[in-house]
């Protein structure tokens, strides 16, 4: 945990919070502060600032907090990805938000299971388990938003056309493609679509272009669907 991630729920008066749960245990068996010791500290969706430790008692710490500085900017890239089996969700989900990434829409494709739409790592619950995870690990405090289409081609023909129209640069992996990834643009936002292991397939890739993004080569190698996805973001960081 790089970031002790509070909610306005935790504050008992101005500036002062108590802790328990899953936080606290962090503190107390993994970082193991001391009273008097300062926590990088941020609030969901506001600042960031430091925390001190007046307290440690056997379920909960009680923290002094300021709160004084902006969260680190957002990544620029908006990710289309074609949902995948729920291990590999939480990866790539990790992977984006450490990265900045503030905008999914996960997507349905021809080699897409139907019951991964009904995994538990989409429950509202269990989501946000794993966005706090990725947000205390990279230093961040702004949830991401996130959109769902269980439909290809409405998405494709509909949805996508806007997103590519108001994006400086608009981009999908594909195994056959002979373009490199380019430089990042000099302002704007971007467009990434990343597949399903086994990749979108000859239609879904024609609709990609269709709806005007530019396939793009990682090069000769064969990369796992999260790899893929940590790659062409990095491409932007």
């Known amino acids: ?23 606290f245990l962090q503190l107390r068996d993994v970082i193991k502060p ?5 926590l990088r500290t941020g609030i969901c969706n506001g600042n960031t600032g430091k925390a001190t430790l007046l307290e440690m008692n056997s379920d909960h710490a009680v923290l002094d907090v300021v709160l004084d500085t902006p969260p680190p900017p957002p990544s620029p890239v908006t990710l289309v990805c074609a949902l995948q089996r729920p291990l590999t969700v939480r ?3 990790h992977c984006s938000l450490t990265m900045g990434v503030k905008k999914i829409h996960f997507i349905h494709a021809a080699k897409v299971e139907k019951s991964y739409w009904q995994a538990s790592i989409l429950r509202e619950n269990e989501l946000d388990h794993e966005i706090r995870l990725a ?4 230093g961040d405090t702004v949830y991401p938003e996130f959109e769902y289409h269980t439909r290809f081609k409405p998405f494709a ?3 996508l056309p806007e997103l ?5 640069l608009a981009l999908f992996g594909h195994p056959r493609a002979v373009l490199p990834v380019p430089p990042p643009p000099a302002s704007g936002s971007i467009v990434i679509a990343a597949g399903p292991e086994g990749g979108f397939n000859d239609f879904e890739n024609s609709a990609l272009e269709a709806a005007g993004l530019t396939p793009v080569t990682l090069g000769t ?4 669907s999260e790899y ?3 790659a062409l973001l990095a491409k932007f960081l």
């Open 1 to 23: 945990m790089n970031l002790l991630l509070i909610d306005k729920e935790d504050f008992i008066s101005v500036g002062r919070i108590v802790i328990s749960g899953r936080r």
């Open 34 to 38: 001391v009273c008097g010791d300062t």
């Open 91 to 93: 990866k790539i989900l």
């Open 135 to 138: 947000l205390e690990q990279c």
């Open 157 to 159: 023909e509909d949805i």
């Open 164 to 168: 590519v129209q108001k994006s400086a």
């Open 221 to 224: 190698r064969v990369l796992r």
């Open 228 to 230: 893929a996805v940590a």
